[in-house]
């Protein structure tokens, strides 16, 4: 894999973003390759996954220079497919999962990384729903991630403001479970190796059954909710307004 590393170390797997030069934004071969790892790692004999990012940060989101790119319907419908079985697979995952967030969580990348069960963020992490800065509404299971920890009312408010929120504002909301370094990491993962873990990812899998519906139905509106934005002139003004590095001025339509 090109933009993926995966890696064993004991009963751990950890699998890294790797597309630093783009601050890890998500494009369909990294997407893919996302995938294929955690279906490896799903096979695999590790009770405990971490997800982190390679560089400055975690994951820009989804790379909007790739969707200009590509205007076409089939692909565009392809790639929601792949961002679907990645949110269904990471929440079934009869493992558990820590994700590390450091720099910068947005978009596609922060819902990638709140689909795991421990979220932990360094100090100078930076997080986003920010789909609305483009005329489009949050993909890889967003909506029913965000809503799982804090609620619809919070979600909508997170969702519809945009607003980048630091490590302690994330914290302080319920959308991080922890700030700390990269000594977190491992003493959460000692914390749970000295557990009865099969007995946890039995809890885990309860949960996952008892929502495996919610999140599918979730993901499947996404997707018809993305086509339908993509074709408004919000979302036109959108990406011209990213462009150009400039103030979107929208006008409802």
Sequence with gaps: MEHIVLSYENRVATIELNRPNALNALHEQMLTELLQALKEVEASEADIVIIRGRGKGFSAGGDIKTMLQSTNEHSFIEV????????????????????YIHGAAAGLGFSLALACDHVIANKQAR?????????????????????????????????????????QEAYEVG?????????????????????????????????ARLSEQ??????????????????????????????EKRRPHFSGK
């Design 214 to 243: 919610q999140l599918l139905n979730t993901l499947q509106m996404e997707t018809a909710y993305q086509a339908e934005m993509r074709k408004t002139k919000d979302h036109e003004e959108g990406i011209r307004a990213f462009l």
């Design 80 to 99: 929601m497919e792949t961002i679907k079985q990645i949110a269904m697979t990471l929440h079934q995952l009869p493992k558990l999962t820590i994700s």
């Design 175 to 207: 959308l991080v479970d922890e700030i700390g370094d990269e000594q977190a990491i491992q003493h959460k993962v000692n914390e749970w190796l000295a557990k009865p873990i099969r007995a946890m990812i039995a809890t885990k899998q309860l949960y």
């Design 127 to 167: 997080v986003a729903m920010n789909f609305i800065g483009i005329g489009l509404v949050p993909d890889g299971g967003g909506h029913f991630f965000l809503n799982r920890k804090i609620g619809d009312v919070k979600s909508k408010q997170i969702i519809w403001e945009g607003k980048i929120m630091s490590a």
